[in-house]
């Protein structure tokens, strides 16, 4: 049973670019959650999305990040018109259904995103 | 969701036990007490969790005090490979994210 799959794991963009990091969650597992990490500090929640919805937004930077989650494929972060300071790992993690779940996170190991 | 507090950083000799305090005086009766940690930039990796009752499964014990206010985190003989960020959340079972603090450095030494 595969875990949770994120790619790239590396990703360098030039300021302006768009970066889109994307996000198989575990088999059966229908809630998403991607997290900030900037260097040297702790991890800062963004998102949470169920298939086709997002549920809570309230850590997304107002403008030029965006998450999908559709009822087919990966979910997707996407950051338009980088900065340098976007510069950071972003971990996505999934969990199954609320009523199974333990409260259990499931965490991949992280995009990490280099702006020049 | 009740806010934790943690001592930055601990040392623990390798062997013995690593026991990793977390205080949290304002859980309400619905939250529970999760413990993550973070090796070295990996993705955070889930230790255990409960309510009120201890809990011990095969990495690790969890000692909650009978007011909740506080709890404890107990790796019963620490490895270097344990080495890591250790963080104590509480939140309700079925709360829609985890907000992680600075947690606690755990240096294992040998």
């Known amino acids: 049973n595969a875990g949770v799959m994120q790619n790239p794991r590396h990703l360098v963009r030039r300021r302006g670019q768009e970066a889109r990091l994307r996000c198989s969650p575990m088999k059966g597992h229908s809630h998403v959650y991607w997290y900030r990490q900037l260097p040297e500090e702790g991890l800062k929640f963004m998102v949470y999305?169920?298939?086709?919805?997002?549920?809570?937004e309230s850590g997304m930077p107002k403008e030029r990040f965006s998450a999908e989650f559709p009822k087919e494929g990966p979910s997707i972060l996407r950051i338009q018109q980088v900065v340098r300071g976007d510069s950071a790992a972003y971990f996505c993690?999934?969990?199954?259904?609320?009523?199974?779940?333990?409260?259990?996170?499931?965490f991949g190991e992280g995009s990490r995103l280099t702006v020049l | 969701d009740a806010k934790t507090t943690q001592p930055t950083s601990m040392d623990c000799a390798e062997g013995r036990a690593a026991n990793l305090p977390c205080n949290h005086s304002?859980?309400?009766?619905?939250?529970?007490v999760y413990w993550y940690r973070q090796i070295h930039s990996q993705g955070p990796q889930y230790i255990i969790h409960?309510?009120?009752n201890n809990e011990t499964n095969e990495m690790a014990s969890l000692i909650i005090t009978e007011d909740r206010k506080s709890s404890t985190l107990i790796l019963p003989h620490a490895t270097l490979r344990d080495t890591a960020v250790y963080y104590c959340?509480?939140?309700?079972?079925?709360?829609?994210?985890?907000?992680f603090g600075a947690g606690t450095i755990l240096r294992v030494k040998s």
């Open positions: 409960g309510l009120k």
């Open positions: 304002t859980i309400s009766g619905n939250e529970y």
């Open positions: 999305l169920q298939k086709e919805n997002i549920i809570d």
């Open positions: 959340i509480v939140r309700p079972l079925y709360g829609n994210k985890l907000v």
């Open positions: 993690a999934s969990s199954p259904e609320t009523g199974r779940n333990t409260g259990e996170l499931f």
